[in-house]
Protein backbone atom coordinates (compact mmCIF):
# COMPACT_ATOMS: atom_id res chain seq x y z
CA UNK A 1 0.00 0.00 0.00
CA UNK A 2 1.42 3.24 -0.76
CA UNK A 3 2.46 5.18 2.16
CA UNK A 4 3.99 8.22 2.59
CA UNK A 5 5.72 10.11 5.51
CA UNK A 6 4.88 14.00 6.34
CA UNK A 7 8.58 15.78 6.23
CA UNK A 8 7.45 19.01 7.38
CA UNK A 9 7.11 20.09 11.08
CA UNK A 10 3.62 20.72 11.01
CA UNK A 11 0.50 18.52 11.03
CA UNK A 12 -0.62 17.62 7.52
CA UNK A 13 -4.40 16.77 6.59
CA UNK A 14 -4.73 14.11 4.12
CA UNK A 15 -7.16 11.29 2.57
CA UNK A 16 -6.21 7.65 3.87
CA UNK A 17 -6.62 4.85 1.96
CA UNK A 18 -10.48 4.08 3.30
CA UNK A 19 -11.32 7.58 3.03
CA UNK A 20 -11.10 9.04 6.10
CA UNK A 21 -9.47 12.41 6.61
CA UNK A 22 -6.50 12.57 8.86
CA UNK A 23 -4.23 14.75 10.83
CA UNK A 24 -0.49 13.70 9.96
CA UNK A 25 1.87 14.46 12.66
CA UNK A 26 5.31 15.46 11.98
CA UNK A 27 7.50 12.68 10.52
CA UNK A 28 4.51 10.28 10.90
CA UNK A 29 2.73 8.45 7.81
CA UNK A 30 -0.14 7.88 6.16
CA UNK A 31 -1.04 4.95 3.99
CA UNK A 32 -3.50 6.89 1.09
CA UNK A 33 -3.74 6.03 -2.99
CA UNK A 34 -3.20 9.87 -3.24
CA UNK A 35 0.50 10.48 -4.80
CA UNK A 36 1.97 12.94 -2.14
CA UNK A 37 5.55 13.14 -3.39
CA UNK A 38 4.52 14.83 -6.86
CA UNK A 39 2.45 17.69 -5.49
CA UNK A 40 4.29 21.17 -4.77
CA UNK A 41 5.19 22.21 -2.34
CA UNK A 42 6.97 18.86 -1.43
CA UNK A 43 5.73 18.17 2.10
CA UNK A 44 5.61 14.21 1.82
CA UNK A 45 8.46 11.06 1.17
CA UNK A 46 7.45 8.34 -0.12
CA UNK A 47 8.53 5.32 2.34
CA UNK A 48 6.66 2.37 0.50
CA UNK A 49 6.62 1.48 -2.94
CA UNK A 50 3.15 -0.32 -3.21
CA UNK A 51 1.43 0.18 -6.45
CA UNK A 52 -0.58 3.65 -6.66
CA UNK A 53 -4.11 2.39 -6.74
CA UNK A 54 -6.09 -0.51 -6.56
CA UNK A 55 -7.62 -2.00 -9.50
CA UNK A 56 -10.60 -0.57 -10.95
CA UNK A 57 -13.40 -2.64 -11.27
CA UNK A 58 -15.88 0.06 -13.30
CA UNK A 59 -16.45 3.42 -14.27
CA UNK A 60 -19.26 5.36 -14.83
CA UNK A 61 -20.26 8.78 -16.38
CA UNK A 62 -22.98 10.57 -14.58
CA UNK A 63 -24.13 13.57 -16.56
CA UNK A 64 -26.40 16.55 -14.90
CA UNK A 65 -28.09 18.79 -17.22
CA UNK A 66 -29.02 21.27 -14.45
CA UNK A 67 -29.66 21.32 -10.52
CA UNK A 68 -30.90 18.13 -9.29
CA UNK A 69 -30.22 14.39 -8.46
CA UNK A 70 -29.03 11.89 -10.79
CA UNK A 71 -28.51 8.31 -9.27
CA UNK A 72 -26.01 5.77 -10.42
CA UNK A 73 -25.88 2.40 -9.53
CA UNK A 74 -22.98 0.61 -8.12
CA UNK A 75 -21.50 -2.87 -6.83
CA UNK A 76 -21.82 -3.46 -3.39
CA UNK A 77 -18.62 -5.95 -4.11
CA UNK A 78 -16.36 -2.97 -4.87
CA UNK A 79 -14.43 -2.41 -1.55
CA UNK A 80 -13.86 1.44 -2.68
CA UNK A 81 -16.15 4.44 -4.37
CA UNK A 82 -14.22 6.95 -5.88
CA UNK A 83 -16.43 10.00 -6.72
CA UNK A 84 -15.23 12.76 -9.00
CA UNK A 85 -17.02 16.07 -9.90
CA UNK A 86 -16.49 19.18 -12.05
CA UNK A 87 -19.40 20.99 -10.16
CA UNK A 88 -20.35 21.09 -6.73
CA UNK A 89 -22.51 18.20 -5.69
CA UNK A 90 -23.36 16.33 -2.59
CA UNK A 91 -23.36 12.65 -2.21
CA UNK A 92 -25.93 10.32 -0.67
CA UNK A 93 -25.48 6.41 -0.24
CA UNK A 94 -28.47 4.44 -1.44
CA UNK A 95 -30.88 7.14 -0.34
CA UNK A 96 -31.86 10.69 -1.45
CA UNK A 97 -33.26 11.59 2.08
CA UNK A 98 -30.00 9.75 3.73
CA UNK A 99 -26.95 12.32 5.00
CA UNK A 100 -25.13 13.68 2.19
CA UNK A 101 -21.43 14.19 1.74
CA UNK A 102 -20.93 17.66 0.28
CA UNK A 103 -18.14 17.60 -2.68
CA UNK A 104 -16.72 20.85 -4.10
CA UNK A 105 -16.16 21.52 -7.82
CA UNK A 106 -12.91 19.58 -8.94
CA UNK A 107 -12.76 17.38 -5.64
CA UNK A 108 -12.66 13.83 -5.05
CA UNK A 109 -13.37 11.26 -2.51
CA UNK A 110 -12.63 7.79 -1.78
CA UNK A 111 -16.06 6.02 0.10
CA UNK A 112 -15.58 2.55 1.69
CA UNK A 113 -17.92 0.49 0.65
CA UNK A 114 -18.66 -2.59 3.17
CA UNK A 115 -20.89 -4.52 1.07
CA UNK A 116 -23.60 -1.74 1.97
CA UNK A 117 -23.81 0.79 -1.15
CA UNK A 118 -25.78 -0.43 -4.31
CA UNK A 119 -26.72 3.14 -5.52
CA UNK A 120 -25.12 6.90 -4.93
CA UNK A 121 -27.75 9.67 -5.42
CA UNK A 122 -25.37 12.56 -6.53
CA UNK A 123 -27.39 16.37 -5.59
CA UNK A 124 -25.65 18.28 -8.59
CA UNK A 125 -25.47 22.45 -7.71
CA UNK A 126 -25.92 23.01 -11.67
CA UNK A 127 -25.02 21.06 -15.13
CA UNK A 128 -22.34 19.25 -14.80
CA UNK A 129 -20.52 16.09 -14.81
CA UNK A 130 -19.45 13.05 -12.06
CA UNK A 131 -17.48 10.02 -12.35
CA UNK A 132 -17.98 7.57 -10.09
CA UNK A 133 -15.10 4.36 -9.90
CA UNK A 134 -15.53 1.34 -8.50
CA UNK A 135 -12.02 -0.05 -7.14
CA UNK A 136 -11.34 -3.49 -5.78
CA UNK A 137 -10.19 -3.18 -1.92
Not at 41 to 70: C, K, L, M
Not at 101 to 114: K, M, T
Request: hydrophobic residues 35%; negative net charge; aromatic residues 6%.
Amino acid sequence: MPTFQNITSEYQTEIDINGDRQSVAPNATIKTYKLLDVIEPANWTRTDQSPHYPIAQDSHTVEASGAGFESQAVSVNAGVLEVRCDVAVTIHANDESAEGYPLAAGDSVQIRNDQTIEDLHLNFSEAGTATVIELKD
